[in-house]
């Protein structure tokens, strides 16, 4: 057998899902390096259109997102875990929140912290407004864009895979977040359309984000002197360093490789921010991180429902902000979601949620906060206007903004330091997220898998940072998060039908029907359980069992006085007792013959014997008020006729109770 058979015969890829999705990643980076800009040109206005026409779809999902977590901390459903019920945390919480920020915003939070506010706050757009007011909405608008709503975003996806996975023994694929609507078809074709999408978003949002994270990195590397100037030649060297110790990280297991990393680099960033907290404007950064918070609380629902429609001059600046990153943090879901799921088993729904939002929500706002404001404090009261100036350079605007501290070659050097850590652990987390779609989450994989996901995203950020198709790139991916919005939006309604059948699983006390028994008829109860009756089993143990209990408890009615009588139906059969009254309702105590639906994973089991098919049939009872019926196909003729009296005793009992007289008194009604 040649080498390649071999690999292939040890592979543990999918074809169903990896070679139409290397089909489709390769066509699309082909046309966007060969013609960059036609490519570019066409899909910006396909974005446009999205963006100025379909607005109102990411305003609405993302806001449901938010709603539906918060509704899940505060619900019952909230203390279900995310695996069996005595279930336990993989990691730390110390090493999971770690690993939340380095799969989710760690690069961002570098690249964007100086950049955002100072785009904000020296945006034209708002340039009739004082400084003071335009410092405090480029805080409130950095908020609101790197707050709840985003990491709702990553929430909804991570908590239906780590639901599904660990609760329903799932594979860890956004397939599985569809089984409550699609049930065994998740492992047909529409479940392999579902992975081939979350694959190729994948593969996309780290291309763009490696390709553009590497031009800041060697602005950074030319900053402090380590590198004479930017150009490719230097690119390639530093994805080519990137992308090894990605692999390395990727091959040697997520627990070793990715989480060590994170916990250095949070280490790293937290000493970064503590650097520019002490030396900055301390007090004021202070102040308005608190003002800064209570300001965003105060403007919650105004900036969550706005969609700037009363208000047509800033729209431009909405769409290419707010509605571009809401755009933008959909397209990473799956990538995001399917690691925050990976990571996230034996924590329960409230403890995630709570994690997920609050957490990273809290420390991006200090974080944004620090760096953000000094930037602003600094153009404002030093700079002159410089940090504003160089909006439009986001590259560099970290590095110069150091340099208004001491030590800045030191903390520059950190900067880049966290950067590089930061784009490892991103593309350590990919290769192994990709691995796991393509793999339908496979137990073990061979090494060169993870190789070649390596290789394949580095050589083709490569191409297409040197063609210029990183735009076109990144458009189409953003364009995808549209259709995968209403897919998020399914798996919620998913989400709730998978928890309805859990809770009721779990809080399902014992049927009625064993409410008499005793170790006296353990055998024939135990033949009647393994038993699936047929229509006309149940018909004759009505006829023979229900029909003479309720005709012998009729018959001693009327001997003291009571007009009672049992009247029977043919189709559906029905036998049923009833007691007149002229004042009150009727008591009426029935059973009918009812057809119930079982699982098809029962039919063909061969430890449960004589299922033929998914219908079954049992003797249910039915009441004159309309409550609830229950099965009593384990009843003997004197449990029947016990039943029966109980349930006249509840009758007689809330009959007498004055506060019923509406409910049961037959002259009110018409």
Same mark, same amino acid.
């Given at each position: 057998m040649s080498t390649f058979k071999q690999f292939l015969a040890n592979s543990t890829f999918k074809r169903g899902v990896v070679v139409p999705s290397l089909i489709f990643i390769l066509s699309v980076s082909l046309v966007s390096s060969f013609v960059p800009k036609r490519a570019a040109a066409m899909l910006g206005i396909v974005?446009?259109?999205?963006?100025?026409?379909?607005?109102?779809?990411?305003?609405?999902?993302v806001t449901i997102f938010v709603f539906f977590l918060v509704f899940l901390v505060f619900s019952k459903y909230g203390s279900i875990k995310l695996g069996d019920n005595d279930a336990e945390p993989e990691h730390s919480?110390?090493?999971?929140?770690?690993?939340?920020?380095?799969a989710g915003m760690g690069i961002g939070l570098m690249y964007f912290s100086v950049a955002e506010p100072i785009s904000h706050f020296s945006d034209k757009t708002f340039g009739g407004l004082l400084d003071i007011t335009r410092a405090k909405n480029a805080q409130l608008y950095t908020f609101f864009h790197w707050g709840i709503h985003a990491w709702a975003i990553y929430g909804v996806v991570g908590l239906s895979l780590a639901y599904f996975t660990y609760r329903f023994k799932l594979p860890l694929s956004l397939r599985s977040c569809f089984y409550p609507i699609l049930k065994n078809r998740v492992n047909s074709t529409a479940g392999d359309v579902i992975d081939i999408f979350a694959l190729c978003s994948t593969f996309f949002g780290i291309t763009t984000t490696?390709?553009?994270?590497?031009?800041?990195?060697?602005?950074?590397?030319?900053?402090?002197?380590?590198?004479?100037?930017?150009?490719?030649?230097?690119q390639i060297g530093i994805v080519t360093v990137?992308?090894?110790?990605?692999?390395?990280?990727?091959?040697?297991?997520?627990?070793?490789?990715?989480?060590?990393?994170?916990?250095?680099?949070?280490?790293?960033?937290?000493?970064?921010?503590?650097?520019?907290?002490?030396?900055?404007?301390?007090?004021?950064l202070l102040g308005s991180f608190s003002e800064g918070i209570g300001y965003y609380i105060n403007e919650f629902f105004n900036l969550t429902f706005n969609t700037h429609a009363y208000e047509p001059e800033t729209q431009p600046w909405y769409f290419q902000w707010t509605i571009l990153y809401w755009a933008?943090?959909?397209?990473?879901?799956?990538?995001?979601?399917?690691?925050?799921?990976?990571?996230?088993?034996?924590?329960?729904?409230?403890?995630?949620?709570?994690?997920?939002?609050?957490?990273?929500t809290v420390f991006n706002f200090l974080w944004m906060t620090v760096f953000g404001n000094s930037a602003t404090w600094l153009d404002r009261n030093v700079a002159s206007g410089l940090l504003s100036s160089m909006a439009d350079r986001a590259d560099e605007l970290l590095f110069k903004?150091?340099?208004?501290?001491?030590?800045?070659?030191?903390?520059?050097?950190?900067?880049?330091?966290?950067?590089?850590?930061?784009?490892?652990?991103?593309?350590?987390?990919? +290769?192994?997220?990709? #691995?796991?779609? &393509?793999?339908?989450?496979?137990?073990?994989?061979?090494? $060169?898998?993870?190789? =070649? /996901?390596?290789?394949?995203?580095?050589?083709?950020?490569?191409?297409?940072?040197?063609?210029?198709?990183?735009?076109?790139?990144?458009?189409?991916?953003?364009?995808?998060?549209?259709?995968?919005?209403?897919?998020?939006?399914?798996?919620?309604?998913?989400?709730?039908?998978?928890? +309805?059948?859990?809770? #009721?699983?779990? &809080?399902?006390?014992?049927?009625?029907?064993?409410?008499? $028994?005793?170790?006296? =008829? /353990?055998?024939?109860?135990?033949?009647?359980?393994?038993?699936?009756?047929?229509?006309?089993?149940?018909?004759?143990?009505?006829?023979?069992?229900?029909?003479?209990?309720?005709?012998?408890?009729?018959?001693?009615?009327?001997?003291?006085?009571?007009?009672?009588?049992?009247?029977?139906?043919?189709?559906?059969?029905?036998? &049923?007792?009833?007691?007149?009254?002229?004042?009150?309702?009727?008591?009426?105590?029935?059973?009918?013959?009812?057809?119930?639906?079982?699982?098809?994973?029962?039919?063909?089991?061969?430890?449960?014997?004589?299922?033929?098919?998914?219908?079954?049939?049992?003797?249910?009872t039915f009441f004159g008020d309309s409550r609830k019926g229950y099965s009593i196909e384990y009843f003997t003729k004197n449990e029947i006729i016990a039943d029966v009296l109980k349930q006249y005793e509840r009758f007689r009992d809330l009959s007498s109770e004055v506060r019923n007289e509406l409910f049961i008194d037959n002259t009110l009604k018409t």
């Amino acid at each position: 057998m040649s080498t390649f058979k071999q690999f292939l015969a040890n592979s543990t890829f999918k074809r169903g899902v990896v070679v139409p999705s290397l089909i489709f990643i390769l066509s699309v980076s082909l046309v966007s390096s060969f013609v960059p800009k036609r490519a570019a040109a066409m899909l910006g206005i396909v974005q446009e259109w999205i963006f100025i026409n379909l607005n109102w779809v990411y305003v609405w999902s993302v806001t449901i997102f938010v709603f539906f977590l918060v509704f899940l901390v505060f619900s019952k459903y909230g203390s279900i875990k995310l695996g069996d019920n005595d279930a336990e945390p993989e990691h730390s919480f110390f090493s999971w929140i770690s690993m939340l920020f380095a799969a989710g915003m760690g690069i961002g939070l570098m690249y964007f912290s100086v950049a955002e506010p100072i785009s904000h706050f020296s945006d034209k757009t708002f340039g009739g407004l004082l400084d003071i007011t335009r410092a405090k909405n480029a805080q409130l608008y950095t908020f609101f864009h790197w707050g709840i709503h985003a990491w709702a975003i990553y929430g909804v996806v991570g908590l239906s895979l780590a639901y599904f996975t660990y609760r329903f023994k799932l594979p860890l694929s956004l397939r599985s977040c569809f089984y409550p609507i699609l049930k065994n078809r998740v492992n047909s074709t529409a479940g392999d359309v579902i992975d081939i999408f979350a694959l190729c978003s994948t593969f996309f949002g780290i291309t763009t984000t490696l390709g553009f994270g590497v031009v800041q990195l060697n602005a950074g590397l030319v900053e402090i002197g380590l590198i004479p100037r930017t150009s490719f030649g230097y690119q390639i060297g530093i994805v080519t360093v990137i992308m090894t110790i990605s692999i390395i990280s990727a091959a040697s297991g997520l627990n070793k490789g990715l989480k060590f990393l994170s916990q250095v680099n949070i280490v790293a960033a937290l000493t970064l921010m503590a650097f520019v907290l002490v030396l900055g404007p301390t007090v004021f950064l202070l102040g308005s991180f608190s003002e800064g918070i209570g300001y965003y609380i105060n403007e919650f629902f105004n900036l969550t429902f706005n969609t700037h429609a009363y208000e047509p001059e800033t729209q431009p600046w909405y769409f290419q902000w707010t509605i571009l990153y809401w755009a933008w943090w959909i397209s990473w879901a799956p990538y995001v979601g399917l690691f925050i799921a990976r990571i996230s088993r034996g924590r329960t729904i409230r403890e995630f949620i709570g994690a997920v939002l609050i957490i990273p929500t809290v420390f991006n706002f200090l974080w944004m906060t620090v760096f953000g404001n000094s930037a602003t404090w600094l153009d404002r009261n030093v700079a002159s206007g410089l940090l504003s100036s160089m909006a439009d350079r986001a590259d560099e605007l970290l590095f110069k903004f150091l340099d208004y501290f001491p030590l800045s070659t030191v903390t520059s050097v950190l900067a880049i330091f966290i950067i590089f850590i930061f784009f490892v652990t991103s593309a350590d987390s990919g +290769i192994f997220v990709m #691995n796991s779609i &393509a793999t339908k989450n496979a137990a073990r994989s061979p090494k $060169w898998q993870m190789i =070649f /996901w390596g290789v394949l995203l580095g050589f083709l950020a490569l191409v297409l940072l040197n063609a210029g198709g990183l735009q076109s790139l990144q458009t189409m991916t953003l364009i995808t998060a549209l259709p995968f919005s209403i897919i998020m939006l399914l798996f919620c309604y998913s989400l709730v039908q998978g928890l +309805i059948v859990d809770s #009721n699983y779990y &809080a399902r006390g014992f049927s009625p029907a064993t409410i008499y $028994w005793s170790g006296e =008829f /353990w055998k024939e109860r135990l033949q009647r359980i393994l038993s699936f009756r047929s229509k006309e089993a149940v018909s004759n143990f009505m006829q023979q069992t229900v029909r003479p209990a309720l005709e012998e408890l009729a018959e001693e009615f009327q001997k003291r006085g009571i007009t009672a009588t049992v009247h029977t139906k043919e189709k559906p059969m029905e036998v &049923a007792l009833t007691i007149k009254h002229e004042i009150i309702d009727d008591f009426s105590y029935g059973v009918r013959n009812q057809s119930k639906l079982i699982s098809d994973f029962l039919v063909g089991e061969e430890n449960i014997p004589g299922i033929e098919s998914n219908k079954t049939y049992i003797p249910k009872t039915f009441f004159g008020d309309s409550r609830k019926g229950y099965s009593i196909e384990y009843f003997t003729k004197n449990e029947i006729i016990a039943d029966v009296l109980k349930q006249y005793e509840r009758f007689r009992d809330l009959s007498s109770e004055v506060r019923n007289e509406l409910f049961i008194d037959n002259t009110l009604k018409t």
